[in-house]
Structures are given as structure tokens and as C-alpha cells.
């Protein structure tokens, strides 16, 4: 059953009313219905605040990784372990074909269920998570793969195995490497973009958001919790952080908001899907024509433009 956000609830009521038209076969009111719900869903998601976006960006209906990687990939085989330690269920890696372009895709993945929350750690990997991706973006680069990179998480794994296994060293590996790695990559925040987490997995090429996904240095409570010691500050933090795609297009942070279907992908899987496919092959081509040096060379000029800033004034 599907489920609904509380700025939600009156579609869910059109909804309704909708498909009971249509089961007592009065196409008429059902068409009224139809018009009706088209209209709310327009102006009920232009008018959405940042918690809202937010809410969505967590919704437990929302596809993660697997979902995105069953929609879009063919022939898809899955890469384990990290060689080093074990293999961390919070972050999966595939190589297949995504339309005719062999690729590989690593993603954040939350879980679905209890049991299989609690066994992909809720999408907070460990260092042998991201170690896990470098390896399969190193096979990316041995066999001249482009990479498709899925974001989702609340942020790295903060527990005392993990930073035993130096957390932040595999985290900051994963940047070195992945800004200096020679083959197109395409990374894509498909729900929550959480601090180094998101980061780990987010260096590349082409860095989209899809319409209703979040990125932030900290959560919003973490925020709320730090700078006012209130939960009820959560709405505050949000739109202090500026974590939306929007904010962060016009600060220059990302390149692209991909568009998801009206009531956003958590009602339309497969709409949301061909967005990402469609943005993954077009960047492909289109880094791909850029060759080799010209396309580290830009990647190296647009991560070095990140928090550039100039002071007024001065001499």
C-alpha cells in the first residue's frame, strides 16, 4: 500500500475517489477525478519547502540502488569484497551494459525490511564499503568502462569497527583516486547525499541530483542539534543548509537536476529510472567525445573551482 506524506494526504484523497470511479465504471466522474488530481499534484509539488523535498528525499517508498540497477541494467553482474577485510552489503557494485554502453554502477543501498536494513547497516557503509567501490572503479578503468555512481546514504558508518578500520582514510582515498581516475564517470544523488559518505562516491565527471534528493555536510537534526540543542529546529536547519538541488545548481555545486515523474519516483520507479539512463548515456557520449587529457583536465579545473570565493576590498 502506497504511502503518503502528510502534505500529501489530499491527492491520496483524489486518488481515491478516482479509482472508485473507475470501479463503479463512471467515466465521467472519474475524468473529472482525473483533471482534478493533475491540478492538485502541479501546484502541490511547486510549492514544496525544503523539509518537504526532504521528506520525499527519505520517503520508504523512494527505489534505491538495486531498484535503479534491476530497471536499467542488463546482464548485470555483481562485484564483491574488498579484498581486504569483507564484503559490506551498504554499498553494491555491478558490471553490465546500460542500453548498448557496458558500464559499471556502484551504489549506496539502505535496504528494504528489517532484516535487510539491518544487514546493508541502513546505507552507512564501512570503510570496507568504499574500498569495495575503489576496487570496482579500478576494474572500471582497466577495461575503459564508464562509471555510474548511485548516492544514497545518511553518511558513512561513525561506529568504533569503523574507525578502527581508518573510516576516514578510506573515505579520502576514494577522493584521490576517483578525481585522478582515467575514464568517464557520472554520479547521480537518487535520495540522501550525506556528508563524506555521499562524497566518497561522488567525485566525478558529471555530479546530477534527481528533483526531490537532499545533499548536506550534516543531516538537519544533526544541524538543529549542534547549533540550537532543539529537534524542533529540524524545518530551520534544512533551509539554512541550502541541501536542495536548486540551492546547490546556483552555488555551482552540481551540473544537472534530472526530472522525476509528477508525484515524484516513489509513485513512478520506472520514470525516474529512464531519467538516469538517459542522463548516464547522454554525459557518457558526451565526455567520451571530450578524449582522454581533455576530460581530466576538466575534471581536475571544475574540482579545484569548488569553495573558490574572492574578498572585496582588498589589495
Not at 7 to 31: T, Y
Not at 118 to 135: D, Q, S, W
Amino acid at each position: 500500500m502506497a504511502v503518503y506524506l502528510e502534505f500529501e494526504k489530499p491527492l491520496k484523497v483524489l486518488q481515491e475517489e478516482m479509482e472508485l470511479a473507475h470501479i463503479r465504471k463512471d467515466e465521467k466522474a472519474a475524468s473529472v477525478y482525473a483533471k482534478e488530481l493533475e491540478a492538485a499534484i502541479t501546484k502541490t509539488y511547486k510549492n514544496l519547502s525544503d523539509y518537504q523535498k526532504l521528506q520525499l528525499a527519505r520517503h520508504q517508498d523512494r527505489p534505491y540502488a538495486l531498484d535503479y540497477v534491476k530497471l536499467i541494467m542488463e546482464d548485470a553482474h555483481e562485484i564483491h569484497g574488498d579484498r581486504h577485510f569483507r564484503d559490506d552489503q551498504a554499498i553494491v557494485c555491478f558490471m553490465g551494459t546500460i542500453g548498448s554502453q557496458p558500464c559499471v554502477v556502484i551504489g549506496e543501498e539502505k535496504g528494504r525490511g528489517t532484516k535487510n536494513k539491518i544487514a546493508r547497516n541502513f546505507g552507512m557503509p564501512n570503510p570496507e564499503g568504499y574500498r569495495k567501490a575503489l576496487r570496482a572503479a579500478k576494474l572500471a578503468e582497466k577495461f575503459s568502462l564508464p562509471i555510474l555512481m548511485l548516492v544514497d546514504t545518511p553518511g558513512a558508518y561513525p561506529g568504533l569497527g569503523a574507525e578502527e578500520r581508518s573510516q576516514s582514510e578510506a573515505i579520502a582515498r576514494n577522493l584521490y583516486e576517483l578525481s585522478d581516475i582515467d575514464t568517464p564517470t557520472i554520479s547521480v544523488v537518487i535520495g540522501e547525499g550525506g556528508s563524506g559518505g555521499a562524497l566518497a562516491i561522488g567525485v566525478a565527471d558529471r555530479l546530477a541530483m534527481l528533483q526531490y534528493s537532499v545533499f548536506s555536510v550534516i543531516s538537519p537534526e544533526g544541524c538543529a542539534a549542534i547549533l540550537w540543542n532543539d529537534p524542533a529546529k529540524v524545518e530551520t536547519a534544512t533551509k539554512a543548509l541550502k541541501i536542495t538541488p536548486e540551492a546547490l545548481l546556483e552555488y555551482g555545486l552540481i551540473d544537472a537536476i534530472l526530472s522525476e515523474p509528477g508525484m515524484g519516483a516513489h509513485r513512478d520507479r520506472k520514470g525516474a529510472a529512464e531519467a538516469i539512463k538517459s542522463y548516464f548515456l547522454e554525459q557518457v557520449h558526451s565526455l567520451e567525445q571530450m578524449g582522454s587529457q581533455a576530460r581530466l583536465e576538466a575534471r581536475y579545473e571544475k574540482l579545484m573551482a569548488l569553495g573558490r570565493f574572492s574578498e572585496e576590498g582588498t589589495s
